[in-house]
């Protein structure tokens, strides 16, 4: 397995604490990969290999990865989840916070 997969919520916040976390890289739309999904795949999985202190995100339609994709990630330490719909009023404190912000 994967050194990444070994990081747990408090081990994450732990290097976080320490400076020892990378990035958080968004990858969104895994479902817009079309025939390169095998490729980003890859791609994620080295990525972690050489450097494993990076948080990956990768995003994508409800139901649009096949098994193939979710078991290699799962394999990578990712888990998976769907996220619902957010309310009116979520919309509006996630707008009203982000422009506050801005300024």
């Known amino acids: 397995k994967s050194r990444h997969s070994q990081y747990s919520v408090s081990s994450l916040l ?3 604490q320490s400076d020892q976390l ?3 890289l968004l ?3 895994l479902d817009e990969a079309s ?3 095998a490729d980003v795949v890859q791609y994620v999985e080295s ?3 050489s450097e494993p202190t990076h948080l990956p995100l990768v995003t994508s339609r409800p139901g ?3 098994a193939w994709e979710l078991n290699a990630f799962s394999n990578l330490g ?3 989840f769907n996220m619902g719909e957010l309310s009116r009023e979520q ?3 996630i707008t009203v916070r982000t422009l506050a912000r801005l300024g």
């Open 64 to 66: 649009a990865v096949g």
């Open 47 to 49: 990525l972690l290999e």
């Open 22 to 24: 990378g990035l958080l």
């Open 78 to 80: 990712f888990v998976s």
């Open 27 to 29: 990858l969104d739309g």
């Open 91 to 93: 919309a509006k404190q």
């Open 14 to 16: 732990s290097a976080a």
């Open 35 to 37: 025939a390169r999904r």
